[in-house]
């Protein structure tokens, strides 16, 4: 454990250094906010077209929603985003770029902090959000390769690639999926710590077999069978947390 965490400083230091002599043409606080909307109008129930309400958006960067338009309009004067009043904000293809190279760090960064620091996966990704404004693009590279090019990260999530699409697959959370049809367990939306130690614990990894075995709405409960680990009883809350394909 102190090796890791001595290795984990090392890397901080280093691609801090790399940050101090390469100057930030976007700032970290705009690169947030489109990783953010990107993240918003990807994900099951997200934005509408590719808008993101900034309502939702003001909650997933954890600020006012006067904040979020203020810095809207300041994305949209860059030419980042596309700015509709009492509508939301998308994403230009300028930004989207930004957003999706933001993200291409911060998954790879998870992916290199579990499989060669093994660090548990429901603690890296409030490391990764440091982490993924200071790695350059060519030390990026060198731990995409090591790690053998990877298309997903630790929770399921696509590895954005330029000029790729990062969703193709149909997927869908355990609140709406067939009931009584063998599933795999494709990909965890939520990062919370504890919600990710207790789906480990009940087997709900990304590549697991499952299978729903009954909803009760009016309990708000999803029961799954999960594969090597039998039933397992999940909130609605929880259930919407979980994507799967057959």
Known sequence: MVRRQ??????TYCLF??????????????ENYLKQ?????????????????MGRLA????????????MAKSMAEMGLVIYEPR?????????????DRILRRHRVVELFLVEILGMDWAEV??????????????????????????????HGSPIPRAGDAWEVAERVDLTDCAIEKALTLVRMVDHDAAFLRYAERCGLVPGA?????ERLAGA?????????????????????????SS
């Open 6 to 11: 001595t290795c984990l400083q090392w890397l």
């Open 17 to 30: 250094k790399i940050k101090k002599r390469t100057p930030a043409l976007i700032s970290t606080v705009i």
């Open 37 to 53: 909307i990107r993240l918003e109008t990807t994900r099951p129930g997200g934005g509408n077209e590719g808008l993101c309400a």
């Open 59 to 70: 909650q997933a960067v954890g600020v006012t929603p006067g904040t979020a338009t203020t």
């Open 87 to 99: 509508g939301g904000v998308r994403l230009t293809e300028a930004g989207q770029q930004v957003a």
């Open 125 to 154: 990704h409030d490391e990764a959000e440091e982490l993924e404004h200071a790695v350059s693009d060519k030390v990026l590279e060198r731990i995409d390769a090591l790690l053998d090019h990877p298309t997903v990260d630790p």
């Open 209 to 213: 077999s499952i299978q729903v075995v």
């Open 220 to 244: 708000d409960t999803v029961r799954v069978n999960v594969a090597g680990v039998g039933e397992v009883t999940l909130s609605y809350t929880a259930a919407r947390r979980v994507l799967v």
